[in-house]
């Protein structure tokens, strides 16, 4: 479908590390004959932290953890999670109108939206299993 994560079959989110982790943020990514939508599982963030630009044909989702107070003055009896930063980039093809790219947070779940441009045709190929 896509190489270097793109959205309209191009690729779907490379990714970049923060504080040398190796966490990716995983992503859903649903067609419908208006757009491509793409769904992150992120709880315990805010919107405001959360950073979406396009540049060029890319467009990239970020999420720059703030800074925490400290928890070793604190007695915690187990901690287990914690927010990590991350960046996913995705490449944008024609058929995706970047003008009209929008986005919501809602319940844990960071949403955006990837209009379909009128009349743009999304390649379609079948692939043969060898």
């Not at 953890?65 to 604190?74: A, G, V």
């Not at 009896?77 to 960046?87: C, G, K």
């Not at 996913?88 to 779940?109: L, M």
Request: aromatic share 10%; proline share 6%; glycine share 6%.
């Amino acid at each position: 479908m896509m190489h270097h994560h793109s959205c309209g079959p191009k690729s779907w989110g490379r990714h970049k590390h923060w504080h040398g982790g190796h966490f990716r943020i995983p992503v859903n990514v649903l067609k419908t004959d208006e757009s491509y939508e793409l769904f992150f599982a992120t709880p315990g963030r805010k919107k405001e932290d959360f950073k979406i630009s396009v540049q060029g044909d890319e467009l990239t989702i970020s999420y720059k953890r703030p800074k925490q107070e400290d928890t070793e003055d604190q007695n915690w009896v187990r901690y287990e999670y914690r927010l990590v930063s991350f960046e996913r980039t995705f490449q944008i093809d024609d058929t995706v109108d970047p003008a009209n790219i929008s986005a919501k947070y809602e319940d844990g779940v960071l949403q955006v939206t990837l209009p379909i441009k009128p009349g743009s045709i999304v390649p379609s190929q079948d692939i043969l299993i060898a």
